[in-house]
């Protein structure tokens, strides 16, 4: 790609990370294992050195372009891959699909200069966990692979709104094809999947619901299982292309 990184600032940014799933929980035993994929050398370089501060993450190897990522993680099936959308050879959103299946429990973070909808949506549907702008301060990139090692999904708070647009796009362009049922959720199971499309995370939506944390837990394994789909940002998707939700 020939994109250029943006400053990384140590100070808290104006612009959070909006997050999708359960609280970061603290950190464990063994360090968050990270791939650093980028075809900027001086930018994986710099990752390399902000994460070596923290103790709870390691950076066990760096990737140029999307083939020579997805070799690495073959080899060294890392917890989280950071990579970039646009790079020479093979792009990380191509990349993102072949990893997850040579190294199925790496969870994707791409983190990128494109702010284009297109490319947000094909992440997610590649199998990105996360997509965050690279104009992030450094402290929100450690937050974010902790957030995500944890089960949460991540988008930068800019990139949220297009989402939401491509999301109403995509209902429209698939409103005349509703080929097979969607699978039936409860009203409890609604309420918690409207909640978690606003961003809130389980113990949010256990204080909006006035039920306990590991109660949302549950019902939204249960809404994962019935739809068959692997991520909460997945199950939001499905649910606004089926009209289980909708937009206004």
Do not use: W
Request: proline letters at 4%; charged letters at 30%.
């Amino acid at each position: 790609m020939a994109d250029s990184f943006g400053p990384m600032h140590d100070e808290d940014a104006d612009d959070g990370v909006v997050g999708m799933g359960p609280e970061a929980g603290s950190a464990g035993k063994e360090p968050i294992r990270v791939l650093v994929v980028d075809d900027h050398a001086l930018f994986r370089r710099g990752l390399e050195i902000v994460l070596a501060a923290e103790e709870d993450i390691q950076v066990v190897g760096e990737a140029g372009d999307g083939a020579e990522a997805v070799d690495k993680a073959a080899d060294l099936l890392p917890d989280i891959v950071l990579m970039d959308v646009r790079m020479p050879k093979r792009g990380g959103i191509e990349a993102c699909t072949s990893i997850k299946e040579v190294a199925p429990s790496a969870k994707i973070i791409m983190l990128t200069i494109s702010d284009e909808e297109a490319d947000l949506y094909d992440a997610i549907k590649a199998g990105a966990t996360g997509y965050l702008l690279k104009e992030i301060s450094t402290d929100e990139v450690a937050t974010a692979i902790r957030a995500v090692a944890d089960g949460q999904s991540q988008i930068s708070p800019s990139m949220a709104s297009k989402l939401l647009t491509e999301f109403k796009s995509m209902i429209q362009r698939t409103d005349e094809r509703r080929l097979v049922p969607a699978p039936r959720l409860t009203d409890r199971e609604l309420e918690v999947l409207k909640l978690v499309a606003t961003g809130m995370n389980n113990r949010d939506i256990a204080k909006e619901l006035f039920i306990s944390e590991n109660t949302v837990k549950n019902h939204v394994r249960n809404i994962l299982e019935k739809l068959q789909l692997h991520s909460r940002m997945e199950a939001v998707v499905y649910a606004m292309r089926e009209k289980i939700l909708e937009i206004r």
